[in-house]
């Protein structure tokens, strides 16, 4: 059911709930992201508001294009991503920053630090230097949405597109927030040419380029009167310049300490810091990440400590504030004890499992992708050797392949995820066929985004609001491009995996092995009446442990000791043996072929005891 | 009852036990009891079958939302060892409450570490008030096995200032119809483990009571 309305309630939202709420009361029409932890929940949530068009693009690029587009057209737009997206995004935003916007737009971007679920830590305000872009960072869910909502007065005052910064414990946090009425944008929507503000040629860029100087000294006017900056004063001795949720660190930690509030971090509020550093004896800045504001409060001859005593490395909480302002180690904490990890782990019944663990026996190198098969680099798959961006397995098997020549044909197979391959995989397959190359790649086809929590993709067959929509055919489309060989091969069939595999690896061509077989996590998966349950069939174990090497964690080594194993009339030898964990098992069957002694079966089927 | 100010909920266990769920009942009902709040939790890579913790403050004012080593007032362990993973978390006297239930973590089930035999030992040897509560069971016993998060949140409801009526309440208006009956029978039931468990505890804590 769609969201239509909102009363003045007090509600617990996360701050992506929030900027949800905020999105729709700020009247936004249009919206476009592509999931990434911590953002995707944004786009999520805003597609059960009545009125508002939402979609997931294949990468953020795309989305902020289109968000770009529906201001161009006159309404309200927003884009959102993870901090790497924005990367990708950046090649619009930053000529975005000369056209400005007609609707008001906002890029939300959500920076992951201490990397929860990221293959690197960026601090994204330094994206609103580079571009030229104003940026606002709430603290908490609260000011998300106040935040998100003045984002977009801001946005159509002063003809910018405006960035919003959260990060996971703003995202993620869940905290008291008031809903308000809607308001609607005074522009009016519909097709308006303006070629000297919409089209970068140099000749009309560079008198934007002019502009967009005088704009960013228009927004440093305007940071000084902006309600999300603060001074809170206290006490004068130990004071603080923070912003975002180190604030509420600050505050946790020192409640009577005079604080300079920055809610938007770009510009800043130059008169209004240089008043509060010269009312206080010792300003100490503390930030997450990057020492952005040190940096160019430092560059206003402001005297300040900051990342010499505050981490600029992870994730900044109450206790490392202290400990880094004070000095003083917490006490009486109890030691931590030592205990087997828990690290993630394939879901038991995982497709990837299967064409990983063929993958594996080949020997070969594996330039790898970001999603839930990245876990596949651990043990005991250990079936990946690089991961670096979405989609740059492709391009790195091809520059591998290309560096060793002959050497390396038959040693190297690339392996990418769908909702990756329709992200950036794509250009990199073109590369391959366009400049003669001999890589294979494996497309990991399971009809959804995984890892972020199973967003359709363009191979889906749905859209954001679960509408039928053309699924994109992987297979014509590689072959569209010129790959002669594509070859489709069920991922829970490991033997069938490896023959073709090796066939593909070892040909002189391009080729791509798209796995088939639906994410276990999907609804209908989950659902599903005709699940088989493998069990091991008691005393023909002989604890030779090849199942284990599929690491699935239905399958359980149960240890003996030479005791145990004469009475169970094993050999003495015998360590142990494995068991199904009924609960757990998906009934894959991935394990079965791997048992030499046929020890392995489906219940009721195939015993003979 | 007596009424506190604030305090520090952290909820631990395993990806697909239901934390989020059970913080989320949890939350709204501090929320309708009047106190601010923040719930912390991480999503993406950890709840593959990874460690899941929670923080949950609330009071009149909260500012920081992650709970700080040592001030974890109670916790709620949904699985046996990971009770041991967040140690430096809690309160000296804190209160634990220990769902007895096994999930074995990777490297215990492919046969490269051992499941300590001996959690329910370690903890109580510190100085804290352990409750081993088998959520499993009772939430079988209650008609949903699937309940055992409902089971610990019911625990978890006799150590806080706030009525029993809010929670069911909450549940009630959280859980799909079908489910609700054995949901809120699994909530009392787990209510009751903790309060028999409580007065068989020698070192006490008369918390609530």
Redesign the interface.
């Known amino acids: 059911m769609k969201k239509t309305r909102s009363d003045k309630e ?1 509600m ?1 939202l996360s701050g992506n709930e929030a900027l949800a709420l905020a999105a729709f009361e700020a009247g936004v029409k249009v919206a476009s992201a592509y999931p990434g ?2 953002s ?2 944004i786009l999520e949530n805003l597609s059960r508001y009545e009125g508002v068009y939402t979609e997931w693009a294949p990468n953020e690029k795309v989305a902020f294009e289109v968000a770009l587009g529906a201001s161009f057209a006159g309404v309200r737009a927003l884009a959102t991503m993870k901090h790497v997206g924005l990367n990708v995004a950046a090649d619009p935003l930053f000529t975005a920053a000369y056209t400005g916007v007609r609707g008001g737009l906002v890029l939300i971007v959500a920076d992951d630090p201490d990397m ?2 990221s293959q690197n830590e960026q601090d994204s305000r330094n994206y609103a230097f580079a571009a030229k872009v104003p940026m606002l960072e709430p603290s ?1 869910a609260a000011e998300a949405k106040d935040f998100l909502k003045s984002a977009y007065r801001i946005s159509e005052e002063f003809d910018t597109p405006v960035l919003l910064k959260s990060s ?2 703003v995202s ?5 927030v008031t809903t308000d009425g809607t308001e609607t944008s005074s522009v009016t929507p519909g097709i308006e040419k303006m070629p000297e503000k919409f089209v970068m040629l140099p000749a009309n860029a560079r008198k934007r380029r002019i502009e967009l100087a005088a704009r960013m000294e228009r927004l440093r006017d305007f940071s000084e009167t902006y309600s999300g900056n603060r001074t809170e004063w206290g006490d004068r001795k130990r004071c603080f310049i923070t912003s975002g ?1 180190s604030y ?2 600050v ?2 930690v020192f409640p009577e300490a005079s604080v300079l509030k920055l809610g938007m971090v770009w510009p800043l509020p130059g008169k209004m810091i240089k008043e509060f550093a010269g009312k206080v004896e010792e300003v100490f800045i503390v930030e997450e990440l990057d020492p952005f504001l040190e940096l160019h409060i430092r560059a206003m001859g402001i005297a300040c400590r900051g990342k010499d005593l505050v981490p600029a490395i992870g994730e900044l ?3 490392i504030v202290r400990q880094s302002i004070t000095g003083k180690k ?1 006490e ?6 030592a ?9 038991p019944g995982c497709p990837h499992r299967g064409i990983f663990y063929a993958i594996s026996k080949l020997g070969a190198f594996v330039t790898g992708d970001i999603g ?1 098969y990245t ?1 596949a680099a651990l ?2 798959l250990s079936a990946m050797d690089t991961c670096v961006c979405m989609g740059a397995g492709i391009g790195n098997a091809h520059g591998m392949a290309k560096a060793l020549g002959k050497e390396g044909l038959g040693k190297i197979v690339a392996v990418i995820g769908d909702s990756t391959f329709f992200h950036s995989g794509i250009t990199g397959l073109i590369d391959i066929v366009f400049n003669r190359g001999d890589s294979t790649v494996v497309i990991l086809d399971n009809r959804t985004t995984g ?3 199973h967003q359709p993709h363009p191979a889906s067959g749905m859209t954001i609001t679960g509408d039928p929509t053309v699924a994109v055919d992987i297979g014509a489309l590689c072959r569209a491009v010129g790959v002669k060989h594509v070859r489709t091969v069920n991922p829970h069939d490991i033997v069938e995996c490896g023959k073709v595999l090796k066939e593909e690896i070892e040909r002189p061509e391009p080729s791509v092995i798209i796995t088939k077989a639906p994410c276990v996590l999907l609804p209908e998966m989950k659902k599903r009446k005709d699940k088989k349950l493998y069990v091991v069939v008691s005393g023909k174990c002989t604890g030779c ?1 090849s199942c ?1 090497k599929l ?1 699935c ?1 239905a ?3 149960v ?1 003996l000791t030479e005791e145990e194993a004469k009475q169970k009339g094993c050999k003495a030898k015998q360590k ?1 043996y494995s068991q199904i ?1 009924a609960v757990l098992c998906d009934g894959c069957g991935q394990c079965a072929p791997l048992c030499k002694f046929k020890a392995i079966v489906v219940e009721g089927e195939g015993s003979d005891e | 009852m007596l009424m506190k100010q604030s305090g520090n909920i952290l909820l631990c266990g ?2 697909g036990q239901g934390i989020l769920l059970a913080s ?1 009942v949890l ?2 009902v501090l ?1 309708k009891a009047g106190y ?16 899941v913790v929670s923080h949950i403050r609330y009071g009149g004012k ?5 709970i ?3 001030t974890a007032d109670t916790t709620v362990s949904f699985e046996l ?2 009770a ?2 967040y ?2 978390f ?1 309160r ?1 006297d804190g209160t634990i409450i220990v769902n007895t239930q096994k999930i ?13 035999d001996d959690v329910l030992d ?1 903890l109580t040897a ?1 100085e804290l008030s352990v409750h081993p509560v088998n959520a499993f069971e009772i939430a079988a016993a209650a008609g949903e096995k699937r309940a055992a998060n409902m089971v610990l949140l019911g625990a978890l409801s006799a150590f806080l200032p706030v009525k029993e009526e809010l929670f069911l309440d909450t549940v009630e208006g959280r859980v799909p119809e079908k489910f609700r009956k054995a949901n809120l029978e699994a909530f009392r039931r787990g209510r009751e483990a903790a309060s028999i468990k409580k007065t068989r505890n020698v070192k006490g804590n008369d918390e609530g009571s």
């Not at chain 1, 205990?339 to 879901?347: E, Q, S, V, Y």
């Open positions: 007090k617990l932890t911590p995707t929940e929860h679920s908490d996971t414990r993620h946090v869940k905290g008291v949720v509420l660190y505050k946790e909480n109450p206790t917490a009486g904490i109890f030691e931590p004890a205990i087997p990890m828990r690290p993630p782990n394939l879901c839930c876990l043990k005991p890892m972020t929590g442990r284990l690491g964690p399958i359980e080594w240890p142990g964990n | 395993v990806g989320e939350s709204s929320l601010d709040v923040k719930q912390s939790e991480v999503h993406g890579m950890a709840q593959r079958g990874g460690s909260v500012y920081s939302p992650l700080e080593p040592g060892l990971e041991l993973r140690l430096p809690y000296r074995l973590p990777s490297p215990v089930a492919s046969g490269m570490a051992t499941y300590p370690q510190l």
